[in-house]
């Protein structure tokens, strides 16, 4: 979980300046479809933080991100930035945390002037299509280096979902016809890991301007 603090972390950096006011309990409750006791549980209890005005708690929005992505709940789309765009990669654990980290980090940095983006990470296995279903991305990363027939069932799962985009991360001597493959289940483009940035941004941009205004 420190990782998806981290992520949404940086996530607030390049979003906070957009961030609305204050929720209070009542709001924070009808956002999340929970009662009041529930969200006094989940500061009391869970570690939800809150700013005390004038002994009124209230949740800074950027705040209840954190904690809904902590606790792999849905986030609601009242308290997401205007046109922001969540995205979700999908990754080997062999690959390492840090290493996945870093990626998203120096990723949603330098998506910051295109997008705003919150970002968040999840390995292979059934916690995969669990995250895509609470989290519901626009866009899923995912990393088929070491991981070939993990991608293609991740690739069928999110077409299947529909709604999404997928992009899959390949290594440099994947064979073409492998890459055909993804692309027929249901990837909207396949990209080479070590690709440049300025390469790859390209392709996010361009799967991402196909899902048009987020806003509407």
Known sequence: ???????????????????GP?????QVAILCGVSVSRVGN??????????????????RQEDLVEFLLHYNMPIP?????????????????????????????????KMG???????????????????????????VLIDAVHADDEAQSVVRFVRSIGGMRSIVLV????????????????AHAVIERNTGWKEMLRCLERVLNSLGDSSK
């Open 77 to 109: 789309k009242g308290i997401l930035p205007v046109n922001a765009r969540k995205m979700l990669l999908v990754y080997s654990a062999g690959r390492g945390r840090g290493a996945v980290y870093s990626f998203l980090k120096t990723l949603s940095e």
């Open 42 to 59: 989940w500061i009391e209890k869970s570690g939800l933080k809150v700013v005390d005005r004038n002994d009124n708690r209230k949740v």
């Open 113 to 139: 002037s295109k997008f705003r983006n919150i970002t968040d990470s999840i390995t292979y296995g059934k916690s995969a299509e669990y995250k895509i279903l609470n989290f519901v991305p626009d866009l």
């Open 1 to 19: 979980m420190e990782l998806n603090r981290k992520v949404a972390e940086a996530m607030a950096e390049n979003g906070g300046k957009e961030q």
């Open 171 to 186: 290594r440099r001597n994947m064979p073409v016809a492998r890459r055909a493959e993804l692309l027929r289940n249901g």
């Open 22 to 26: 204050a929720l209070t309990i009542e």
